[in-house]
């Protein structure tokens, strides 16, 4: 689920790294009309090929990324299916380790 809108805005400038992933809005020196982006947190703001160091990004709501959730970061033993090919895939290392 989505989190809330940000509230407290704060402006970030190219060369800062993202807190939080999510949406931003991006708000350029004028040669553009501001849009929004989506961001991952530890991204660095890159800057503008058009405005240089002359846009913003402004947080609009925080998004977590699919991998920084706990419930689907790492191996997914959910299915009867992915169970399966988890089984296998350990017990033919330990085949590979027994011929050792």
């Known amino acids: 689920m ?8 704060r402006q970030y400038k190219p060369g800062e790294i ?3 992933s999510g949406i931003y ?17 530890g991204e660095e703001f890159p800057p503008c090929r ?5 846009v913003v990004f402004e947080p609009v709501q925080a998004v977590e ?4 959730d706990l419930d ?3 191996l997914v ?5 992915l169970r399966g090919e988890h089984r296998g ?3 033919l290392s330990l085949i590979e380790k027994r011929r050792d």
Do not use: D
């Open 2 to 9: 989505a989190q809330p809108l940000v509230t407290a805005s």
């Open 18 to 20: 993202a807190p939080t």
């Open 25 to 41: 809005a991006v708000i350029h020196e004028g040669h553009r009309p501001p849009h929004e982006l989506l961001v991952i947190r």
């Open 50 to 54: 058009t405005c240089k160091l002359g």
């Open 65 to 68: 990324h699919l991998t920084h």
């Open 72 to 74: 689907f970061a790492g």
């Open 77 to 81: 033993l959910s299915t009867p299916e």
């Open 89 to 91: 895939a350990r017990q």
